[in-house]
């Protein structure tokens, strides 16, 4: 009989989830759906899934104690899963699940010295990552957050983010309808501001008044000098921060934008690791890092946010499409940091997909609200593997 806290087995599943409307709103001109069930904003020239898509990931120990874990699986989840399968899973079946963190460290070695640095490799790590933090828990009998060194908050400032309606009148009247439900602030996606990103916040800040926080998504949409200009014209409206002007890899250009405008510049949801953060926090091009769970895993999350700590910078976290296991992970992390001063709220996927979970996290009246219970505080429901996806 393996020692109860052995690791015996991981498993690997994807789960596509209809949705009645694609995310970020109903398609644009020239915008359909392929064989793959994939489509191409043009806004900002990135491919979506027309369902939500995910991959989940279930740890077992020697005992029987399930650990769930979940990364991003928006397109190709296959390849994640093929990951974990194939690599990720067999090196850790045997191991104290106990020893996350020098885990994740292990896994990350594995082909460190290859360049897979990032990208799916990662994305694989954190999902058995994920798992491990909410095996552990389980384990030990406590909350995530207790785990993690203390839980600073038990509800969590939410920003509603994306107001997925065709005409501007439509997103108008949606953000009014979200203030009156008790949230704060609230984000627009540039990619699908068609009638104008400046004409957008202008009528966002003159029907909900001066003390809702309004944020812009450019999704790397600009060159620095474009966003500069662009940014300035917003700054009137004054916005809580503007995400992701630049193109992922223009570092410097990040960093001219942020020295040159008075806007708080957000960035980060597709970065992976501290040597992604690092160079960027040194230039002071960001002020509010978005760490992704989904991409991130636990580990690296908090080692992210410890670094935003020491550059006195901001986190609030990225959302990304899921079932509610990372999402739980993120709020669990986020609750640890003395700087998280809202987390982002994809509304459009996670209230209606926490239909496939048991758990009491939810998000209402402008605050997230960590789910009880050891571990995440999240367990899928039967009716969740009817959605599974085979290859
Ligand atoms: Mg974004």
Not at 73 to 82: F, L, Y
Request: charged share 20%.
């Amino acid at each position: 009989m393996p020692h109860p806290a052995r690791i015996t087995a991981v498993e690997t599943f994807v789960v596509s989830l209809p949705r009645d409307v694609p995310y970020l709103g109903p398609l644009g001109p020239g915008e359909s759906i392929n064989e793959r069930g994939y489509f191409v904003r043009r806004g900002n020239r990135t491919i979506y899934p027309s369902t939500d898509m995910s991959v989940i990931v279930k740890v077992t120990a020697a005992d029987g104690t399930v650990g769930w874990g979940e990364t991003y699986g928006i397109v190709a989840p296959h390849a994640v899963t093929a990951i974990i399968d194939d690599v990720l899973g067999p090196v850790i079946v045997g191991r104290d699940p106990r020893d996350v963190v020098v885990i994740q460290e292990d896994l990350y070695d594995l082909m460190r010295v290859r360049g897979f640095g990032g990208g799916y490799y990662v994305d694989a790590i954190a999902g058995v990552d994920i798992a491990l933090w909410d095996l552990c828990g389980k384990l030990a009998g406590l909350p995530l957050a207790k785990l993690l060194g203390g839980q600073r908050m038990d509800r969590i400032p939410a920003y509603v983010s994306g107001l997925p309606r065709a005409q501007l009148d439509e997103r108008v009247a949606l953000a009014r309808d979200w203030v009156a439900r008790g949230f704060d602030a609230i984000k627009y996606a540039a990619a699908v501001s068609h009638q104008g990103i400046v004409a957008e916040m202008r009528a966002l800040r003159e029907a909900l008044g001066p003390d809702i926080k309004l944020m812009v998504d450019l999704h790397w949409k600009f060159t620095a000098a474009e966003a500069i200009q662009l940014i300035g014209e917003l700054a009137p409206y004054r916005p809580y921060f503007a995400e992701a002007p630049c193109a992922p890899e223009d570092v410097e250009g990040l960093a001219q934008v942020a020295a040159r405008t008075g806007v708080p510049i957000a960035a980060g949801e597709e970065w992976r690791t501290i040597y992604e953060a690092l160079p960027r926090l040194e230039r002071r091009s960001v002020s509010v890092l978005q760490p992704e769970m989904g991409h991130t895993g636990v580990t690296q999350f908090l080692a992210i946010g410890r670094l935003a700590v020491a550059f006195h910078a901001r986190v609030m976290p990225h959302a990304s499409i899921g079932v509610g296991i990372f999402q739980a992970a993120s709020l669990h992390a986020a609750a640890t940091l003395p700087n998280v001063p809202y987390h982002e709220y994809q509304h459009s996927i996670f209230d209606k997909n926490l239909r496939y979970v048991t758990t009491t996290m939810r998000c209402e009246a402008g605050f997230y609200h960590l789910p009880d219970g050891p571990g995440l505080g999240v367990e899928p429901k039967p009716e969740l593997w009817n959605f599974v996806v085979k290859r």
